[in-house]
């Protein structure tokens, strides 16, 4: 990923209104992190654990969705990451909503999927870090087309995003 801006980044929101992506807590460590060795940015806010936000590079500049995760439903089985296709034991994964739409009053209209609860599949997918007490599947795939899977799975989830409220970048 190339660098960008905190401006950049409240900017690339699709599904929270300019207030709300004025709102969302951007971690120092974040914007100070090697955006190089980064697939995607994914992280969770500080102060509201429920709240995760991710932002990527598309072929139509910066986008961002807001995510709310589901409260974990005890130890159930190991699920898989939708983007990182990464296995989690426990509450690893977290079922989450992401609305479709930029006002608040629309959120019936949302999306669920499973996602690496602490949203760095960045670092799941080159192998920098690996879920506790679960094996992965076996997978042929180099790194390189690892990472370039998980950029397609966050690009088309940004898109099923984009295509169900006819949302656009401010
Ligand atoms: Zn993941």
């Not at 409260?71 to 034991?89: D, E, I, V, Y």
């Not at 019936?108 to 920098?128: E, H, Q, V, W």
Request: hydrophobic residues 30%; proline residues 5%; positive net charge.
């Amino acid at each position: 990923m190339n660098t960008h801006t905190e401006s950049e980044i409240r900017k690339s929101f699709v599904n929270c209104s300019k207030g709300a992506a004025q709102r969302i807590a951007i971690p120092r460590t974040l914007l100070d992190a090697d955006w190089e060795s980064l697939i995607f940015l994914g992280w969770v806010d500080p102060k509201s654990p429920q709240s995760g936000y991710l932002v990527v590079e598309t072929e139509a500049g910066l986008r961002g969705l807001a995510l709310q995760k589901n409260p974990p439903k005890g130890r159930g089985s190991a699920q898989m990451c939708q983007l990182c296709m990464t296995l989690h034991p426990g509450s690893g994964v977290s079922l989450v909503s992401i609305q479709r739409s930029k006002s608040a009053k629309d959120r019936y209209n949302s999306m669920a999927t499973y996602i690496c609860s602490d949203l760095r599949c960045s670092d799941y997918t080159l192998g920098k870090k690996r879920p506790d007490g679960v094996r992965q599947m076996e997978e042929t795939l180099s790194v390189e087309q690892r990472a370039e899977r998980t950029l397609d799975n966050v690009r088309s989830l940004v898109e099923r995003i984009e295509s169900g409220s006819g949302a656009r970048p401010r």
